[in-house]
């Protein structure tokens, strides 16, 4: 693959790893400043490869680990529609985790070593997977809010500096947003059933609202990266400015279902143009990334034995890929 060419091993002195020289740097930011889209090739500083390998791969493990919890309702879904339809939005989340774990591994880094990191605990991946589904709505609230909320953060960074991400991001942007609609789709369908309906769509906002608002990841003033990473492109709106736009555009749309949003400090502030909320309980956030989530435990239990289930597999293919080559290199001899 053309990325093997840019593998990086320690103390390799191919690709300037640390700061590069002064000039380096300073026509690097120069190319992020004119909105130049930085390629696989290109020289860039140690810390952006970095930065950009850690969000790559989280993004790409919170797809993979996010399967699990809508996969939970795919034998259990209402109708053949539902479940046909469901199926094909985990199926997408498969392939988003594929685009990203690729374009990760155009930094140099392999998907063998990427996955590991995520099996081993070492890896983060997005606090919202680690609550459960426990009714059919909370599939509904999955897609809108959840997904409404990755395409919120998604679509600025289509515009990211680093061109490989910035392109998978088009085309998970396009599939994410046939998922968001997919679950307001089910939200309306309940809320506008019997009252039981109602009570479980409601009970879905409840409990999904305030990890959804989490998503976004902790407050401007205490997020470790975004300094640097809106300097160098890879984010283009702070965690907070994301949050405050999910809020503004859904808090209209959960009147129009008749649910209301379980935050009694939610008012429409004239002055500033935008919905004020009431505070974000950043200590379950804290225990969400640091392990301690509802579910944690059981999706990481999932993924090693999936993966451990799949070792035939890789191994198979792996077989005939080496039987393919082997035959086309007699043919050409
Ligand atoms: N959960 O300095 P900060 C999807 C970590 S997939 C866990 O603000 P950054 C979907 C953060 O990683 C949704 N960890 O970081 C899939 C950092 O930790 P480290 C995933 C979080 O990177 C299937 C530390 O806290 N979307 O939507 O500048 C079905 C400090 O934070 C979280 C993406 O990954 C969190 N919520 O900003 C349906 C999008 N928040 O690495 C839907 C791409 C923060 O220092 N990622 N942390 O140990 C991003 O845009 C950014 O990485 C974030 C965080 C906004 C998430």
Not at 152 to 178: D, H, T, V, W
Not at 256 to 277: C, I, K, Q, S, T
Request: charged fraction near 25%; charge should be positive; hydrophobic fraction near 40%.
């Amino acid at each position: 693959m053309y990325t093997q060419g840019l593998d990086i091993k320690p103390g390799d002195k191919a690709i300037p790893l640390e700061t590069g020289t002064s000039e380096a740097e300073r026509r690097f930011q120069g190319r992020i400043d004119r909105d130049e889209r930085i390629e696989p090739k290109d020289w860039m500083p140690a810390g952006y490869r970095k930065t950009l390998i850690r969000q790559i791969s989280q993004h790409a493990h919170s797809e993979v680990v996010g399967m699990l919890p809508e996969g939970n309702w795919i034998a259990r879904a209402p109708t053949l529609r539902r479940k046909a339809v469901l199926l094909a939005k985990v199926q997408d989340e498969a392939g988003h985790g594929l685009y990203l774990y690729g374009a990760a591994e155009t930094l140099g880094v392999s998907r063998a070593e990427l996955v590991e990191q995520l099996l081993s605990g070492k890896a983060k991946y997005s606090s919202i997977f680690n609550y459960p589904t426990t009714t059919w709505a909370d599939i509904g609230a999955i897609g809108w809010l959840v997904d409404g909320a990755a395409i919120m953060n998604q679509i600025p960074l289509c515009r990211c500096s680093y061109g490989p991400y910035a392109r998978a991001m088009i085309r998970i942007c396009k599939e994410e947003s046939f998922h968001q609609r997919q679950g307001y789709e089910i939200m309306l369908a309940l809320s506008r059933g019997s009252d039981e309906q109602r009570a479980m769509a409601q009970d879905a906002l409840d409990r999904w609202w305030w990890p959804s608002l989490m998503m976004f990841g902790p407050s401007d003033k205490e997020s470790a990266h975004s300094a640097q990473s809106m300097r160098w492109g890879i984010k283009r709106i702070s965690n907070d400015d994301l949050r405050q736009k999910f809020v503004d555009v859904t808090v209209p749309q959960a009147r129009y279902l008749g649910l209301v949003v379980p935050d009694p400090d939610l008012a429409w502030n004239e002055a500033r143009g935008h919905y004020d909320f009431g505070p974000i309980d950043w200590e379950e956030l804290k225990q969400v990334i640091s392990g301690n989530g509802p579910c944690n435990k059981a999706r990481m239990k999932a993924r090693r034995d999936a993966h451990a289930e799949g070792a035939w597999v890789r191994e198979a293919a792996l077989a005939h890929a080496e039987k393919r080559r082997a035959r086309a290199l007699r043919k050409a001899g």
